[in-house]
T-cell receptor, first 110, second 113 residues
Framework: LAKTTQPISMDSYEGQEVNITCSHN???????ITWYQQFPSQGPRFIIQ???TKVTNEVASLFIPADRKSSTLSLPRVSLSDTAVYYC???????????FGGGTRVLVKP | NAGVTQTPKFRVLKTGQSMTLLCAQD?????MYWYRQDPGMGLRLIHY???????AKGEVPDGYNVSRLKKQNFLLGLESAAPSQTSVYFC????????????FGPGTRLTVT
């Protein structure tokens, strides 16, 4: 499983775009980049997943360059309710395990 | 759909006591998982199951046992609780293995004194 590195914390303000970059230098060919969000006192929640290029859904966008050694989660126009911990994971296509690192604690201020 | 539910929500144990945590899912998922999360840390996989009647060890299985007698339920047992097992325990399920989305329960906060 790919070891991922991401910033420990980030602060932002309501209405701004938040970009969280994750490094995964040893990502395997069959690993997918997956992001989960965790609010305090709750279990993680799947946000988005991609293999390469760009993926967008109603919550976020995920940018993965051609070399796949990093990825960027983009949260457009954040609100206070986006304050959470965001985890970047490298997930094997046929594996059974999620490996969570420390995540990035995002604080959205008014 | 209730999704993934966990029982109990909170529990305090004394060292050496035993208990069972229950996880139930109503999504007919084949795969179920137990994780623990220590303060300020990410989740670590304890045990998982790829179907009814199967279990497998995860990253930190020592001190825990599991059973999956019914497809919808996954039980996590602590035979002799230790203070090092103080943590928040999350159950999750997924329809498929691999990169399929995992759905998490609300967690059980366990304190061992």
């Amino acid at each position: 499983l790919a070891k991922t590195t991401q910033p420990i914390s980030m602060d932002s303000y309501e209405g701004q775009e938040v970009n969280i970059t994750c490094s995964h230098n040893n990502i395997a060919t069959n690993d997918y980049i997956t992001w989960y969000q965790q609010f305090p006192s709750q279990g993680p929640r799947f946000i988005i997943q991609g293999y390469k290029t760009k993926v967008t859904n109603e919550v976020a966008s995920l940018f993965i360059p051609a070399d796949r050694k990093s990825s960027t989660l983009s949260l457009p126009r954040v609100s206070l309710s986006d304050t959470a911990v965001y985890y970047c994971l490298g997930v094997q296509a046929a594996g059974n395990k999620l490996t969570f690192g420390g995540g990035t604690r995002v604080l959205v201020k008014p | 759909n209730a999704g993934v539910t966990q029982t109990p929500k909170f529990r305090v144990l004394k060292t050496g006591q035993s208990m069972t945590l229950l996880c139930a899912q109503d999504m007919n998922h084949e795969y179920m998982y137990w994780y623990r999360q220590d303060p300020g840390m990410g989740l670590r996989l304890i045990h998982y199951s790829v179907g009814e009647g199967t279990t497998a060890k995860g990253e930190v299985p020592d001190g825990y046992n599991v059973s999956r007698l019914k497809k919808q339920n996954f039980l996590l047992g602590l035979e002799s609780a230790a203070p090092s097992q103080t943590s928040v325990y999350f159950c999750a399920s997924s329809r498929l293995a691999g990169r399929d989305e995992q759905y998490f329960g609300p967690g059980t906060r366990l304190t061992v004194t």
